[in-house]
């Protein structure tokens, strides 16, 4: 079974700084997608990047860049730039690629709660 | 584009109870997922409709069941509410051959005294 870790319940950021959110997981699939989900207080789940593991390039968007290291099953998520709209809680997640379709089930970690400073 | 709608956003039911939760999915979209979230966990996926079948379940009992729409919304019922069934329920919509991402909605916070 795949499973999703999360070892950093809490982390915290002055504005305008940068960020980064760690995340290991573990398959034994070659072909799957990895998610960063931002979840405010709004309770909605709002993707903000994703990787395809075939792909050796890092998935970047704006301010958000990922480090995806394959062999050792790492994903961490940085934010550059941080600000005050940032704050959340960040989950990582993991879905098999059922032969390139949007089908399947997301396992989610425990979330990393993150605290922007002004 | 209204995106998922769930409904309610809120509930309070006693342990023994039996609940219904609905979703409208974001337009276009035909694939909706079901997913449970305790307080401070990540979410936890209970199952999938496509066509208006269960296509995946997750690790949980059968008091848990759905059912979809030909319009592709989705209802999800659990039956002899527990304490521990108190949770947010979270909706996703997809597209089934279609490389597009799951759209979530605001969810329903179930809560059981």
């Known amino acids: 079974a795949q499973t999703v870790t999360q070892s950093q319940p809490e982390m915290s950021v002055q504005e305008a700084e940068t960020v980064t959110l760690s995340c290991t997981y573990d398959?034994?699939?070659?072909?799957?997608?990895l998610f960063w989900y931002k979840q405010p207080p709004s309770r909605q789940m709002i993707l903000v990047i994703r990787?395809?593991?075939?792909?050796?390039q890092n998935a970047t968007e704006n301010r958000f860049s990922v480090n995806f290291q394959k062999a050792a099953k790492s994903f961490s998520l940085k934010i550059s730039d941080s600000q005050l709209g940032d704050a959340a809680m960040y989950f990582c997640a993991y879905r098999w690629d059922a032969g390139g379709t949007s089908y399947g089930k997301l396992t989610f970690g425990q979330g990393t709660i993150l605290t922007v400073h002004p | 584009d209204a995106g998922v709608t769930q409904s309610p956003t809120h509930l309070i039911k006693t342990r023994g109870q039996q609940v219904t939760l609905r979703c409208s999915p974001k337009s276009g979209h035909d694939t909706v997922s079901w997913y449970q979230q305790a307080l401070g966990q990540g979410p936890q996926f209970i199952f999938q409709y496509y066509e208006e079948e269960e296509r995946q379940r997750g690790n949980f009992p059968d008091r848990f069941s759905g059912h979809q729409f030909p319009n592709y919304s989705s209802e999800l019922n659990v039956n002899a509410l527990l304490l521990g069934d108190s949770a947010l329920y979270l909706c996703?919509?997809?597209?089934?051959?279609?490389?597009?991402?799951?759209?979530f909605g605001q969810g329903t916070r179930l809560t059981v005294v």
């Open positions: 996703a919509s997809s597209v089934t051959g279609a490389p597009t991402e799951a759209f």
């Open positions: 398959t034994s699939e070659s072909d799957y997608y």
């Open positions: 990787q395809e593991a075939y792909k050796q």
